[in-house]
């Protein structure tokens, strides 16, 4: 099928940065739109950042101004840029990709493991 795998996290110091990156690999035909979103122990995984295959992007309030997403379409990869980093950006941070694959069928989602970012004050 398709497989997602982030790296690039870790932890570093308020105001620091960091870069994410996500391949896809697997029996992929087309990635449509690419995404990052976030979680806390005990909170809703939510949106960071999101990219079409165009590279339309759009960001959660929250990271405007200091995270920027991006992909290489032709490495199938996305990455996220993550500048002036907060202690509250401290979560785990996981890619998607809606994917029309090789097998047919229709597009779907796929996620990454996870990847944990700790930014300390």
């Known amino acids: 099928q398709v497989q997602l795998v982030e790296s690039g996290g870790g932890l570093v110091q308020a105001g620091g940065s960091l870069r994410l990156s996500c391949v896809a690999s697997g029996s992929i035909f087309r990635i449509n739109a690419m995404g990052w979103y976030r979680q806390v122990p005990g909170k809703q995984r939510e949106l960071v950042a999101t990219i079409t295959s165009a590279g339309t992007t759009n960001y959660a309030d929250s990271v405007k101004g200091r995270f920027t997403i991006s992909r290489d379409n032709a490495k199938n990869m996305e990455y996220l840029q993550m500048n002036s980093l907060k202690p509250e950006d401290t979560a785990v941070y996981y890619c998607?990709?809606?994917?029309?694959?090789?097998?047919?069928?229709?597009?779907?989602?796929?996620w990454g493991q996870g990847t944990q970012v700790t930014v300390s004050s």
């Open positions: 998607n990709a809606n994917v029309w694959s090789l097998l047919g069928g229709i597009a779907q989602i796929y």
